[in-house]
């Protein structure tokens, strides 16, 4: 199996160190500053005697607390920066998708790209393309995220649970945004567009527009799609890179 990363190993690795460095360097700023201010004769020197007028008193309080503030305000900028940069690594470590936890079982003529960028703007988390065309699969949430109450789900948030769109019309809603933002681009010719639920409840039933599966039986579903004779490995390129387009256009915005 190929792979298309929405930004590369590089990039991300980049990213993480200088928002590091960004962090540390605002906290370590933020420490100096807050230590001048208050354990050093900085203040002191500030603060004019007793015997100075009033005014002048009211300025160098000024002075320090607006000092004090900033290394305050440095202080937070550089630990949120930090947890912003421990949160990307955590989700990248934890974000893999069902697709790649059996990558190693899919054919080398399958090739996964990440993070696509359709025309209306909302990402799809991954395209797989083979002789069959395209498939979109997604991993139902985990029970402490998503439900079913009766004949409709809800989804946890913090406001705690509310209603949501079922699953399975999430899945194939994005197969259609796929299918269309195909279909009213500069390909000249139609790419079969496939949906598939990854869960593990049994009880799920599959719809006419949407596939449900286990994790192991991914390489099985993708094998089991009729072969698209009119997509030839030429409109298989032309399609590859437009992809690459959607998802190189999305981490230029990004930067």
Same mark, same amino acid.
């Given at each position: 199996?190929?792979?298309? #990363?929405?930004?590369?190993?590089?990039?991300?690795?980049?990213?993480?160190?200088?928002?590091?460095?960004?962090?540390?360097?605002?906290?370590?700023?933020?420490?100096?500053?807050?230590?001048?201010?208050?354990?050093?004769?900085?203040?002191?020197?500030?603060?004019?005697?007793?015997?100075?007028?009033?005014?002048?008193?009211?300025?160098?309080?000024?002075?320090?607390?607006?000092?004090?503030?900033?290394?305050?305000?440095?202080?937070?900028?550089?630990?949120?920066?930090?947890?912003?940069?421990?949160?990307?690594?955590?989700?990248?470590?934890?974000?893999?998708?069902?697709?790649?936890?059996?990558?190693?079982?899919?054919?080398?003529?399958?090739?996964?790209?990440?993070?696509?960028?359709?025309?209306?703007?909302?990402?799809?988390?991954?395209?797989?393309?083979?002789?069959?065309?395209?498939?979109?699969?997604?991993?139902?949430?985990?029970? !402490?995220?998503?439900?079913?109450?009766?004949?409709?789900?809800?989804?946890?948030?913090?406001?705690?649970?509310?209603?949501?769109?079922?699953?399975?019309?999430?899945?194939?809603?994005?197969?259609?945004?796929?299918?269309?933002?195909?279909?009213?681009?500069?390909?000249?010719?139609?790419?079969?567009?496939?949906?598939?639920?990854?869960?593990? !409840? #049994?009880?799920? #039933?599959?719809?006419?527009?949407?596939?449900?599966?286990?994790?192991?039986?991914? #390489? !099985?579903?993708?094998?089991?799609?009729?072969?698209?004779?009119?997509?030839?490995?030429?409109?298989?390129?032309?399609?590859?890179?437009?992809?690459?387009?959607?998802?190189?256009?999305?981490?230029?915005?990004?930067?």
């Amino acid at each position: 199996m190929q792979s298309i #990363p929405h930004s590369g190993p590089d990039g991300h690795i980049s990213r993480l160190v200088w928002g590091t460095l960004a962090g540390a360097g605002l906290v370590a700023v933020g420490l100096g500053l807050a230590f001048l201010v208050i354990e050093t004769p900085l203040v002191a020197r500030l603060v004019p005697s007793p015997l100075t007028g009033s005014r002048q008193v009211t300025s160098a309080m000024l002075v320090w607390a607006l000092s004090l503030a900033a290394a305050t305000a440095l202080l937070v900028a550089g630990t949120n920066r930090l947890a912003v940069t421990v949160a990307s690594v955590r989700g990248r470590a934890a974000g893999r998708s069902a697709v790649m936890r059996v990558m190693g079982r899919l054919p080398e003529d399958i090739v996964v790209a990440a993070a696509v960028i359709p025309s209306d703007g909302r990402p799809i988390p991954e395209l797989v393309i083979g002789p069959f065309g395209v498939a979109i699969v997604h991993e139902m949430e985990s029970r !402490d995220r998503l439900r079913q109450a009766g004949q409709g789900w809800e989804a946890r948030t913090r406001e705690g649970w509310v209603p949501t769109e079922p699953p399975l019309d999430a899945v194939a809603r994005d197969a259609e945004r796929v299918r269309f933002w195909l279909t009213h681009g500069d390909l000249d010719f139609v790419v079969r567009v496939y949906a598939a639920l990854v869960a593990s !409840d #049994p009880t799920i #039933p599959r719809s006419a527009t949407c596939a449900v599966i286990r994790v192991d039986q991914i #390489p !099985d579903w993708l094998a089991s799609l009729p072969r698209q004779r009119s997509f030839s490995a030429g409109r298989r390129n032309r399609l590859l890179a437009r992809i690459r387009q959607a998802g190189a256009s999305e981490a230029t915005k990004g930067r």
